[in-house]
């Protein structure tokens, strides 16, 4: 079992970067792939990106393609996700993922096993 803890949400105006971090504790970090998820206000939950155990392997939604960044530190059990040009539509509560299957990719809320309890990201125009 993983206890993941997100941290690293703010307030930040259209055009401003972020980087959310996520530690991860209670199991060997490199058993898992991770996954970047938000939930806007009143709208389901939305797979962002996802990194394999190694991280050489990532994938994302097209939203954010090209703007954010999935990382991870396996040394120190961290999975970070870097947010450039910002905006409003990216304001959301962003979870961090655990998923099993090491090698996974998935953009399936359904395949992750472990989740934090969130981090609010709040974009103003």
């Known amino acids: 079992q993983v206890q993941l803890v997100e941290s690293g949400g703010g307030l930040v105006q259209t055009g401003d970067s972020l980087r959310l971090s996520c530690r991860a504790s209670g199991s060997n970090f490199k058993n898992y792939a991770m996954g970047w998820f938000r939930q806007a206000a009143g709208k389901e939950r939305q797979f962002v990106a996802a990194?394999?155990?190694?991280?050489?392997?990532?994938y994302y939604n097209d939203s954010v393609k090209g703007r954010f960044t999935i990382s991870r530190d396996n040394p120190n059990n961290t999975v970070f996700l870097q947010m450039s040009s910002l905006n409003p539509e990216d304001t959301a509560v962003y979870y961090c993922?655990?998923?099993?299957?090491?090698?996974?990719?998935?953009?399936?809320?359904?395949?992750?096993?472990?989740w934090g309890q969130g981090t609010q990201v709040t974009v103003s125009s």
């Open positions: 990194i394999n155990w190694s991280g050489v392997g990532t």
């Open positions: 993922a655990a998923d099993q299957a090491r090698w996974g990719l998935s953009h399936a809320q359904s395949e992750y096993e472990y």
